[in-house]
C-alpha cells in the first residue's frame, strides 16, 4: 500500500522544542494550554520531543483491567496513572523512550485523520532505517513494529483539526514497566527497543536528532528549534494579547 506525505513544495514551518525529562502530568496541562493557543491561530505548528518520568496512560476508551499490576504495587513503584484524551489502550512512557507532541494545524497539511497517523509511523519508520532498523506496518494495528515486537506506540487526538498527544518511540526504556500492564490492549505481541534490537548502546540526543529530520521531511516543514523558555514566553506573549 502506498502513502501520500505532505507536498514538498508547500514547505512550511514548525517550532522544534526539545525538552527534559517532564513529569507527565506537567506536559498534559502544556499541550492543552498549546492547543488552545493553536485553534486560536495564536501559535505556529510544533512538535515537542521529550522523555517521561514513568507513567501508564489510559486511552479514553482503555480498559483499567489491562493495568496488571495493583494501586499498591503502583504507588510503591511511583508510576501514576492517568486517564488522557488520546486514542489506544494503556501504553507506559518513562526514561529512555522518546515521546513526541506534535501540535499541528491539519488545515496546513491534509486533512485527513488516516494520512497524519501513517505520516507518524513513516516518520519513526525512517528515524529507525537510519539506525539500521527494518521497523515494518501491521495490517489493522496502528504503531511501529519489529518483527513481532512492538518498538513504537502511536495514540493521537484531533480537535477542530489540532493534534496533540502523538507518539513513544522505545530507545531504551525499563522495559520490565511494560510487564505491568497489557501494552496497548494487545496480548499476542511483545515490545522492544531500539537498544534491544540493536544490541548496543545509543544516546538519546542522535535519535531525537533523526526523528525530528524525519518528521521534517516527511511533513515537508523547515523544522526550527527553540527552547522552552522560549516556547513558553510566546504562549504567556498570546495569552497576554488575549486578556487585552
Same mark, same amino acid.
Given at each position: 500500500?502506498?502513502?501520500?506525505?505532505?507536498?514538498?513544495?508547500?514547505?512550511?514551518?514548525?517550532?522544534?522544542?526539545?525538552?527534559?525529562?517532564?513529569?507527565?502530568?506537567?506536559?498534559?496541562?502544556?499541550?492543552?494550554?498549546?492547543?488552545?493557543?493553536?485553534?486560536?491561530?495564536?501559535?505556529?505548528?510544533?512538535?515537542?520531543?521529550? /522523555?517521561?518520568?514513568?507513567?501508564?496512560?489510559?486511552?479514553?476508551?482503555?480498559?483499567?483491567?489491562?493495568?496488571?499490576?495493583?494501586? /499498591?504495587?503502583?504507588?510503591?513503584?511511583?508510576?501514576?496513572?492517568?486517564?488522557?484524551?488520546?486514542?489506544?489502550?494503556?501504553?507506559?512512557?518513562?526514561?529512555?523512550?522518546?515521546?513526541?507532541?506534535?501540535?499541528?494545524?491539519?488545515?496546513?497539511?491534509?486533512?485527513?485523520?488516516?494520512?497524519?497517523?501513517?505520516?507518524?509511523?513513516?516518520?519513526?519508520?525512517? =528515524?529507525?532505517?537510519?539506525?539500521?532498523?527494518?521497523?515494518?506496518?501491521?495490517?489493522?494495528?496502528?504503531?511501529?513494529?519489529?518483527?513481532?515486537?512492538?518498538? =513504537?506506540?502511536?495514540?493521537?487526538?484531533?480537535?477542530?483539526?489540532?493534534?496533540?498527544?502523538?507518539?513513544?518511540?522505545?530507545?531504551?526504556?525499563?522495559?520490565?514497566?511494560?510487564?505491568?500492564?497489557?501494552?496497548?490492549?494487545?496480548?499476542?505481541?511483545?515490545?522492544?527497543?531500539?537498544?534491544?534490537?540493536?544490541?548496543?548502546?545509543?544516546?538519546?540526543?542522535?535519535?531525537?536528532?533523526?526523528?525530528?529530520?524525519?518528521?521534517?521531511?516527511?511533513? =515537508?516543514?523547515?523544522?526550527?528549534?527553540?527552547?522552552?523558555? /522560549?516556547?513558553? =514566553?510566546?504562549?504567556?506573549?498570546?495569552?497576554?494579547?488575549?486578556?487585552?
Amino acid at each position: 500500500m502506498a502513502y501520500f506525505y505532505a507536498d514538498a513544495l508547500a514547505m512550511r514551518t514548525v517550532w522544534l522544542v526539545h525538552f527534559p525529562l517532564t513529569p507527565y502530568a506537567d506536559a498534559l496541562a502544556l499541550q492543552h494550554r498549546l492547543v488552545a493557543a493553536r485553534q486560536r491561530g495564536a501559535l505556529n505548528d510544533m512538535l515537542l520531543l521529550l /522523555e517521561h518520568s514513568p507513567v501508564f496512560t489510559l486511552g479514553r476508551n482503555a480498559s483499567e483491567a489491562n493495568i496488571l499490576a495493583s494501586r /499498591e504495587t503502583l504507588q510503591q513503584l511511583g508510576i501514576p496513572v492517568f486517564r488522557v484524551e488520546r486514542g489506544g489502550d494503556v501504553t507506559y512512557h518513562g526514561p529512555g523512550q522518546l515521546v513526541g507532541y506534535p501540535i499541528l494545524d491539519l488545515r496546513h497539511f491534509r486533512l485527513d485523520v488516516g494520512w497524519f497517523v501513517r505520516s507518524l509511523e513513516e516518520v519513526l519508520l525512517r =528515524a529507525l532505517a537510519d539506525f539500521g532498523i527494518r521497523g515494518t506496518r501491521i495490517e489493522k494495528q496502528i504503531g511501529v513494529w519489529v518483527g513481532d515486537a512492538k518498538i =513504537a506506540q502511536i495514540g493521537a487526538r484531533i480537535e477542530q483539526w489540532i493534534t496533540y498527544h502523538g507518539f513513544a518511540l522505545n530507545v531504551n526504556p525499563n522495559l520490565a514497566h511494560f510487564d505491568l500492564i497489557v501494552p496497548c490492549g494487545i496480548r499476542d505481541k511483545s515490545v522492544t527497543s531500539i537498544v534491544r534490537v540493536l544490541n548496543a548502546p545509543l544516546a538519546m540526543p542522535q535519535v531525537r536528532a533523526r526523528v525530528a529530520a524525519r518528521f521534517g521531511e516527511v511533513f =515537508a516543514s523547515q523544522m526550527e528549534e527553540m527552547t522552552p523558555a /522560549e516556547l513558553v =514566553a510566546r504562549l504567556h506573549s498570546v495569552a497576554a494579547d488575549d486578556v487585552r
